[in-house]
Nanobody, 114 residues
Framework: QVQLVESGGGLVQPGGSLRLSCAAS????????MGWYRQAPGKQRELVAVISNGGSINYADPVKGRFTISRARAKNTVYLQMNSLKPDDTAVYYC????????WGQGTQVTVSS
């Protein structure tokens, strides 16, 4: 079992920045990759960014050049640095960990509004 706890969400103005954190605990040895998804009301959950144990990274097109995912393996923590935020980035952001099955955090709300 893997437990994930997100933090760092909140209200930010367009063009602002926010940094999300996700701490993993439990059977962390089984984690192959970690990442972030987001879900806006009435929309399907979508990939934001993912980082593998080997360090390979993929970003969704809407966030390329603005968001940066990183991982501190010693602390079992993954981060998402979000810059140049837009109203379209407003969503609940979920941390996930990939093993033989996906594990999800509880989600943290990010609201981008002036």
């Amino acid at each position: 079992q893997v437990q994930l706890v997100e933090s760092g969400g909140g209200l930010v103005q367009p063009g602002g920045s926010l940094r999300l954190s996700c701490a993993a605990s439990g059977s962390i040895f089984s984690i192959n990759h970690m990442g972030w998804y987001r879900q806006a009301p009435g929309k399907q959950r979508e990939l934001v960014a993912v980082i593998s144990n080997g360090g390979s990274i993929n970003y969704a097109d809407p966030v390329k050049g603005r968001f940066t995912i990183s991982r501190a393996r010693a602390k079992n923590t993954v981060y998402l640095q979000m810059n140049s935020l837009k109203p379209d980035d407003t969503a609940v952001y979920y941390c996930y960990a990939g093993t033989s099955r996906p594990y999800w955090g509880q989600g943290t709300q990010v609201t981008v509004s002036s």
